[in-house]
Protein backbone atom coordinates (compact mmCIF):
# COMPACT_ATOMS: atom_id res chain seq x y z
CA UNK A 1 0.00 0.00 0.00
CA UNK A 2 1.34 3.22 -0.44
CA UNK A 3 1.85 6.16 1.99
CA UNK A 4 0.45 9.49 1.80
CA UNK A 5 2.60 12.28 0.45
CA UNK A 6 2.18 15.48 2.84
CA UNK A 7 3.27 18.55 0.75
CA UNK A 8 2.74 20.51 4.05
CA UNK A 9 0.87 23.47 4.19
CA UNK A 10 -0.58 23.73 0.38
CA UNK A 11 -3.83 23.44 -0.18
CA UNK A 12 -6.00 22.63 -3.19
CA UNK A 13 -6.89 25.91 -3.74
CA UNK A 14 -3.75 27.25 -3.79
CA UNK A 15 -2.98 26.01 -7.02
CA UNK A 16 -6.41 25.72 -8.54
CA UNK A 17 -6.36 27.43 -11.87
CA UNK A 18 -3.09 28.67 -11.88
CA UNK A 19 -2.22 26.58 -15.31
CA UNK A 20 -4.93 27.99 -17.06
CA UNK A 21 -3.08 30.05 -19.57
CA UNK A 22 0.21 30.73 -17.75
CA UNK A 23 2.17 33.89 -19.17
CA UNK A 24 3.38 32.74 -22.43
CA UNK A 25 2.40 34.04 -25.97
CA UNK A 26 2.90 31.21 -28.17
CA UNK A 27 -0.01 29.27 -29.25
CA UNK A 28 -2.60 29.70 -25.87
CA UNK A 29 -5.53 29.63 -27.41
CA UNK A 30 -8.24 26.88 -26.10
CA UNK A 31 -6.87 22.92 -27.94
CA UNK A 32 -3.36 23.90 -28.93
CA UNK A 33 -1.69 25.32 -25.49
CA UNK A 34 -0.45 22.06 -23.58
CA UNK A 35 1.05 22.24 -19.98
CA UNK A 36 4.38 20.73 -19.67
CA UNK A 37 5.15 18.90 -15.91
CA UNK A 38 7.74 21.65 -15.86
CA UNK A 39 5.10 24.59 -15.94
CA UNK A 40 3.42 22.69 -13.47
CA UNK A 41 6.54 22.17 -11.37
CA UNK A 42 7.27 25.98 -11.43
CA UNK A 43 3.89 26.98 -10.77
CA UNK A 44 3.63 25.36 -7.75
CA UNK A 45 7.39 26.41 -6.45
CA UNK A 46 6.47 29.62 -6.50
CA UNK A 47 3.14 29.37 -5.00
CA UNK A 48 4.06 27.06 -2.21
CA UNK A 49 7.96 28.80 -1.55
CA UNK A 50 10.15 25.81 -2.51
CA UNK A 51 12.70 24.84 -4.70
CA UNK A 52 12.16 23.45 -8.65
CA UNK A 53 13.64 20.59 -7.55
CA UNK A 54 12.36 19.49 -4.59
CA UNK A 55 8.87 20.30 -6.01
CA UNK A 56 10.08 18.43 -9.42
CA UNK A 57 10.73 15.26 -7.07
CA UNK A 58 7.53 15.71 -5.32
CA UNK A 59 5.21 15.76 -8.82
CA UNK A 60 7.59 12.96 -10.01
CA UNK A 61 6.85 10.89 -7.25
CA UNK A 62 3.05 11.47 -6.90
CA UNK A 63 2.67 10.71 -10.49
CA UNK A 64 5.30 7.63 -9.89
CA UNK A 65 2.81 6.70 -7.56
CA UNK A 66 -0.57 7.03 -9.83
CA UNK A 67 1.51 4.40 -12.27
CA UNK A 68 1.94 2.11 -8.91
CA UNK A 69 -1.07 1.66 -7.96
CA UNK A 70 -2.99 1.03 -11.59
CA UNK A 71 0.13 -1.56 -12.15
CA UNK A 72 -1.06 -2.78 -8.70
CA UNK A 73 -4.61 -2.07 -7.86
CA UNK A 74 -5.51 -1.27 -11.30
CA UNK A 75 -7.98 1.68 -9.93
CA UNK A 76 -7.25 4.72 -8.01
CA UNK A 77 -9.52 7.49 -7.01
CA UNK A 78 -8.56 10.81 -6.45
CA UNK A 79 -11.13 12.97 -4.60
CA UNK A 80 -12.85 15.88 -6.61
CA UNK A 81 -10.35 14.94 -9.24
CA UNK A 82 -11.35 11.40 -10.42
CA UNK A 83 -10.77 8.00 -11.28
CA UNK A 84 -8.28 5.94 -13.31
CA UNK A 85 -8.52 2.65 -13.88
CA UNK A 86 -7.12 -0.01 -15.74
CA UNK A 87 -9.49 -1.60 -18.31
CA UNK A 88 -9.43 -4.75 -20.37
CA UNK A 89 -10.36 -4.68 -23.96
CA UNK A 90 -11.85 -7.51 -25.58
CA UNK A 91 -10.33 -9.18 -28.45
CA UNK A 92 -11.86 -8.25 -32.14
CA UNK A 93 -12.47 -8.36 -35.38
CA UNK A 94 -11.77 -4.79 -37.54
CA UNK A 95 -11.20 -3.15 -40.49
CA UNK A 96 -8.30 -1.52 -42.32
CA UNK A 97 -9.59 1.48 -43.72
CA UNK A 98 -7.31 2.04 -46.69
CA UNK A 99 -7.49 -1.88 -48.28
CA UNK A 100 -10.93 -2.61 -46.46
CA UNK A 101 -8.92 -5.93 -45.62
CA UNK A 102 -10.65 -7.50 -41.88
CA UNK A 103 -7.89 -7.52 -39.38
CA UNK A 104 -7.74 -8.75 -35.90
CA UNK A 105 -6.95 -6.60 -32.74
CA UNK A 106 -5.86 -8.89 -29.92
CA UNK A 107 -6.72 -8.06 -26.14
CA UNK A 108 -5.46 -5.55 -24.38
CA UNK A 109 -5.12 -3.63 -21.34
CA UNK A 110 -5.95 0.29 -21.42
CA UNK A 111 -6.38 3.01 -18.85
CA UNK A 112 -9.57 4.79 -18.49
CA UNK A 113 -10.58 8.03 -16.41
CA UNK A 114 -13.79 9.33 -15.19
CA UNK A 115 -14.18 13.11 -14.16
CA UNK A 116 -14.75 13.60 -10.24
CA UNK A 117 -18.07 15.31 -9.70
CA UNK A 118 -15.85 18.81 -8.67
CA UNK A 119 -13.79 18.90 -12.00
CA UNK A 120 -17.30 18.36 -13.97
CA UNK A 121 -18.97 21.44 -12.53
CA UNK A 122 -15.71 23.33 -13.74
CA UNK A 123 -15.96 21.85 -16.65
CA UNK A 124 -19.59 22.66 -17.39
CA UNK A 125 -19.12 26.14 -15.88
CA UNK A 126 -16.47 26.34 -18.56
CA UNK A 127 -19.01 25.69 -21.17
CA UNK A 128 -21.51 28.02 -19.93
CA UNK A 129 -19.21 30.98 -20.05
CA UNK A 130 -18.21 30.20 -23.72
CA UNK A 131 -21.90 30.06 -24.64
CA UNK A 132 -22.49 33.07 -22.68
CA UNK A 133 -19.87 34.90 -24.03
CA UNK A 134 -21.04 33.26 -27.82
CA UNK A 135 -24.51 34.41 -27.14
CA UNK A 136 -23.27 37.98 -26.32
CA UNK A 137 -20.95 38.33 -29.59
CA UNK A 138 -24.24 37.00 -31.51
CA UNK A 139 -26.41 39.96 -29.72
CA UNK A 140 -23.67 42.66 -30.37
CA UNK A 141 -23.45 41.65 -34.37
CA UNK A 142 -27.60 41.69 -34.40
CA UNK A 143 -27.35 45.27 -32.60
CA UNK A 144 -25.03 46.16 -35.33
CA UNK A 145 -26.13 44.57 -38.40
CA UNK A 146 -29.78 43.83 -37.59
CA UNK A 147 -31.08 40.42 -37.34
CA UNK A 148 -29.54 37.88 -39.42
CA UNK A 149 -32.99 35.27 -39.22
CA UNK A 150 -36.32 36.14 -38.65
CA UNK A 151 -37.63 32.93 -37.69
CA UNK A 152 -36.10 32.20 -34.74
CA UNK A 153 -38.09 30.78 -32.50
CA UNK A 154 -39.43 32.63 -29.59
CA UNK A 155 -40.97 31.66 -26.23
CA UNK A 156 -44.01 29.88 -26.20
CA UNK A 157 -47.56 31.83 -25.45
CA UNK A 158 -47.57 29.75 -21.60
CA UNK A 159 -43.69 30.19 -21.51
CA UNK A 160 -43.00 26.78 -21.97
CA UNK A 161 -39.74 26.35 -23.65
CA UNK A 162 -39.31 26.36 -27.02
CA UNK A 163 -38.75 23.19 -29.56
CA UNK A 164 -35.15 23.76 -29.67
CA UNK A 165 -35.27 23.77 -24.93
CA UNK A 166 -34.50 27.28 -24.74
CA UNK A 167 -37.15 29.74 -22.76
CA UNK A 168 -35.37 32.37 -24.69
CA UNK A 169 -35.37 31.55 -28.40
CA UNK A 170 -32.31 29.85 -30.06
CA UNK A 171 -29.20 28.63 -28.30
CA UNK A 172 -25.75 30.90 -28.70
CA UNK A 173 -24.70 27.73 -31.03
CA UNK A 174 -28.05 27.71 -33.02
CA UNK A 175 -27.76 31.51 -33.03
CA UNK A 176 -24.18 31.35 -34.45
CA UNK A 177 -24.82 28.69 -36.61
CA UNK A 178 -27.24 30.77 -38.16
CA UNK A 179 -25.07 33.86 -38.63
CA UNK A 180 -22.39 32.61 -40.32
CA UNK A 181 -24.74 31.24 -43.03
Do not use: W
Amino acid sequence: MLTPITLGAIEADTIRGSFACPARTDSCSRGTFVVTKKEIVKTISEEIGLTQLKTKEIVQKTFDAIVDTLVQDERIELRNFGVFEVKKRAARKARNPRTGEKVFVPEKFVVTFKPGKEMEERVRELERKANEQAAAAVAQENAATGPTSPTTPGPSANGAPSANGTLGGASAYEAESRSAT
